[in-house]
C-alpha cells in the first residue's frame, strides 16, 4: 500500500468548487500531480509565508495569526492521519527580509526549526533532526548520494524557485493560445517570459498578461466564464492556465521539464 503523504502548499485556500474541492487540490492533484504520475496527496493544506516566518526565531513574534508550520502539521495530523508530507513554499519573498534569498539556506532552517518543535510527535522531530545532520554536513550541497526516502515522519522540502507561477510563463505563445487571443494586446508584458531573473513572474507577468484581456475586442471568450485577476482570483487563474498548458503538446513538456516538476517527480516517484 502507497504511504498516505499530504503536501502543505503556499497558497491560499478559494471557495470549493460544486464537487466540494479547493482549487489548491486540483491544481496539485488533477493538474501537476496527475501529468507527473505521482501518488495522491491526501490531504492538501495551503499554507501562508507566515507559516514559515513564525517558526524562524529572527522574525519578530507576530500577533493575531502567528500558527506556526510544525503546529499547523500536528493540528492536521490529530484530525487526518498520514505518513508523510511535502513541503512546498516560493522562495520569493524570503523568510528573513534581511537575509539572502538562499533556496539552500531556508532548507536547512525548515529541518532545524521542525526538529525543535515543541509539538510535533517524536518520529517527525527525529526525521527533522537526522535530515538537517545530514544535510548540514555536506561539504557542498550537491553532493548527496540518492533523493530523501518516503518514510513514516519524513516531510519532504520543494522551494519553488522563484515562485509556483514560474512553471505557467516558459511560453508566452502557449499562454496566449490558453487565453484565446492571437496578438498581444496593448499592456501585453514583453519581458520575463522563461527569463530566469524575473523573480516575481506572478506579479510581473501574468499579472499584466490578464490584465490585458480587458482592452482586446471582441471581448475574449475566457473572460465569459473566468472572472478577477492575479490578485483576486490567483489559484482560478493558475488552474485554468495550467489546465490549457498541459493540453498543449509544447507547453506541456516545458511544464514537466520544469525544476518544480522535476523536483515533484524526484521525491515522489518512490511512493
Not at 519524513?154 to 522563484?162: A, K, Q, S
Not at 512553471?167 to 487565453?179: E, F, H, S
Request: charge should be positive.
Amino acid at each position: 500500500m502507497s504511504p498516505r503523504v499530504a503536501l502543505f502548499a503556499e497558497g491560499s485556500t478559494s471557495p470549493p468548487t460544486r464537487e466540494g474541492r479547493q482549487i489548491l487540490e486540483i491544481l496539485w492533484n488533477d493538474r501537476l500531480g496527475q501529468a507527473l504520475g505521482l501518488v495522491r496527496f491526501d490531504p492538501v493544506v495551503p499554507i501562508y509565508k507566515t507559516h514559515l516566518t513564525a517558526m524562524d526565531p529572527r522574525n519578530p513574534p507576530q500577533s493575531g495569526a502567528g500558527e506556526r508550520l510544525d503546529q499547523l502539521i500536528t493540528r492536521v495530523l490529530a484530525r487526518t492521519p498520514f505518513d508523510a508530507a511535502v513541503v512546498a513554499w516560493d522562495l520569493e519573498p524570503p523568510w528573513n527580509p534581511l537575509g539572502e534569498d538562499c533556496r539552500w539556506r531556508e532548507t536547512l532552517d525548515l529541518y532545524r526549526f521542525l526538529a525543535a518543535s515543541d509539538c510535533l510527535p517524536n518520529i517527525w522531530r527525529e526525521q527533522a533532526g537526522r535530515r538537517y545532520q545530514e544535510l548540514s554536513s555536506r561539504s557542498n550541497p550537491r553532493n548527496r548520494t540518492r533523493p530523501p526516502s518516503i518514510e513514516p515522519g519524513m516531510i519532504l522540502p520543494v522551494c519553488m524557485e522563484p515562485v509556483f507561477e514560474d512553471i505557467l510563463v516558459q511560453n508566452q505563445g502557449a499562454v496566449r493560445r490558453a487565453l484565446g487571443i492571437s496578438t498581444e494586446p496593448r499592456g501585453w508584458p514583453r519581458q520575463g517570459w522563461g527569463d530566469p531573473r524575473e523573480r516575481r513572474p506572478d506579479l510581473n507577468v501574468l499579472g499584466p498578461a490578464i490584465g490585458a484581456l480587458t482592452r482586446v475586442r471582441p471581448k475574449p471568450d475566457v473572460l465569459r466564464f473566468m472572472r478577477g485577476d492575479m490578485r483576486t482570483q490567483k489559484n482560478q487563474w493558475e488552474d485554468f492556465l495550467l489546465r490549457k498548458l498541459l493540453e498543449d503538446d509544447r507547453a506541456r513538456e516545458e511544464i514537466l521539464a520544469h525544476p518544480i516538476a522535476r523536483r515533484l517527480k524526484e521525491l515522489l516517484s518512490l511512493a
